[in-house]
């Protein structure tokens, strides 16, 4: 009876914080914007029971992996279903309009609302583009390389000064400089979106965007654009990678601009993957960890390591120094804990191939967990602020427009809100962290049967990695149920 009666304390307990965080954020003086990870509820439920379960659940499938036949399993990721073929030809014209409402956004950024949840730039470039895209890509393939705002204009740069042939053309960035130009304006992007006072202020990312628009188009009119978008553009590289586990893919014809889209199983497109270059395992290990990151620095935790009283939240200015330090260390930390993971599953068996090699080819295995925590960490914001988008988007100078009839949509923010909500949420949060994992695992053995093609000396060098994958499921069910500010 009396644990019972301590329990409840407890949950009074958490309870009475969590509204006074509430009412701590309406009643702050400093100025707020809003961001697509804000979080700011304590989690009331058993989780550490589905902690114990989810690292359970990515353990035994290792076990079930290491026991199938290989041939089994490469017969099951082989599987296409033939859809359809289809041209180029719209490509230019879908990324020209794609370019005209990017060029709409900027101007709504700088002369509309400065209420970030009233213009429609912030919202379409943090919930619409870096959230719901990044999903959509991950189920449905490369909608990027026809939605970008860059192809259709260069198209008509290039023809403009009668340089037609540079599709086809050598490449021009130099072969040792890899994608590091994308890495380093990915972990740009990355700081600019956790660590800047204000990423959601419409002007100030009006003018950031529309900056990095020009230097992205400059580079693809001096390097070519198949070149830069690869190499340079930090978007469509990220995309690019993210698209390889959607269950739609396109199979290209030499021979002309044609491809045919094929049905296939998710993920299966990782096991095709030629090895990364060293630029190509930072950028993905980049990708994973400044989302955890986003999620980390939010955390009582975090906040209590730099004795900074969560209660009395400084502001993100206040924080700009230990943000960008904690940001550089989560990455350093993850492409650590990756390379221990895969030297020593090398030296376990003894492989015959370079640990570079092995180490660009099962950083594949990231691309899951990096989808999942996506989709974990924004599911609140993609829910609500991207009803705020759809209204924001009929009318996107607040000039009373209406241009799509949704300017007067109701706001369902309840969606999120309440015991119910979270309860449903939370299940369908750690169910996808949880499944991410496992796919992860189902890709890495893959991949290493590629590596090591008998099965016993695959499933071995797979342990360490494995492991890590286990500690990292119990990491991100931690940021789901850990108590966070706003």
């Not at 599987?79 to 180029?88: E, I």
């Not at 693809?220 to 469509?236: A, H, I, K, N, Q």
Request: aromatic fraction near 14%; glycine fraction near 10%.
């Amino acid at each position: 009876m009396s644990g019972r009666t301590e329990g409840s304390a407890v949950e009074r307990h958490r309870l009475s914080l969590a509204l006074l965080l509430t009412a701590l954020c309406f009643v702050s003086p400093t100025p707020a914007f809003a961001h697509a990870s804000d979080r700011g509820h304590v989690l009331l439920l058993p989780t550490g029971y589905y902690v114990a379960g989810g690292a359970l659940a990515v353990a035994v499938s290792f076990l079930v992996l290491a026991l199938l036949p290989p041939d089994a399993l490469d017969r099951f990721w082989r599987r296409r279903l033939p859809l359809f073929a289809f041209g180029d030809g719209l490509r230019t014209i879908i990324s020209l309009i794609s370019f005209a409402g990017f060029a709409v956004l900027i101007a709504a950024g700088l002369f509309g609302s400065r209420d970030p949840l009233s213009n429609p730039l912030p919202l379409v470039v943090w919930t619409l583009l870096w959230v719901g895209l990044a999903l959509l890509q991950g189920l449905l393939g490369d909608l990027w390389s026809w939605l970008n705002p860059w192809y259709g204009p260069w198209r008509l740069a290039t023809r403009l000064i009668g340089r037609r042939g540079d599709e086809t053309q050598e490449p021009r960035l130099p072969a040792w400089l890899g994608c590091w130009p994308a890495v380093i304006l990915f972990f740009a992007f990355a700081w600019f979106e956790l660590i800047d006072p204000a990423p959601d202020d419409p002007a100030r990312l009006a003018s950031v965007a529309g900056l990095y628009w020009l230097l992205s188009f400059a580079g693809m009119l001096v390097f070519g654009y198949p070149d830069w978008s690869r190499r340079g553009e930090f978007l469509t590289v990220f995309f690019a990678m993210v698209a390889r586990f959607a269950f739609l893919g396109r199979t290209e014809d030499e021979r002309n601009d044609d491809g045919r889209l094929d049905l296939c199983w998710p993920g299966a497109k990782l096991l095709d993957a030629a090895p990364l270059p060293s630029s190509g395992i930072a950028f993905l290990l980049l990708a994973l960890s400044s989302v955890s990151f986003d999620g980390l620095s939010r955390t009582f935790s975090w906040l209590g390591w730099f004795g900074i009283n969560p209660l009395e939240f400084p502001g993100r200015t206040a924080l700009m120094g230990i943000g960008s330090f904690g940001l550089v260390l989560t990455f350093v930390l993850l492409a650590a804990a990756f390379m221990l993971a895969v030297g020593l599953g090398q030296r376990l068996v003894g492989s015959k191939h370079t640990f570079p090699e092995a180490a660009g080819l099962l950083v594949w295995s990231i691309v899951p967990i990096a989808l999942a925590y996506h989709f974990a960490h924004y599911l609140t914001a993609l829910l609500v602020d991207g009803q705020y988008a759809v209204t924001t988007l009929s009318d996107p100078f607040a000039l009373g427009w209406n241009l799509f009839g949704t300017a007067d949509m109701e706001i369902e923010a309840g969606v999120v809100a309440g015991a119910d909500s979270a309860w449903w949420l939370w299940n369908l949060q750690a169910g996808v962290i949880i499944a991410g994992h496992m796919l992860a695992v189902l890709v890495a053995h893959g991949l290493a049967w590629r590596l090591h093609p008998v099965p016993s000396r695959a499933a071995i060098s797979q342990f360490p990695l494995t492991v890590l994958m286990i500690a990292y499921t119990v990491f991100g069910l931690w940021l789901l149920a850990t108590p966070t500010v706003g």
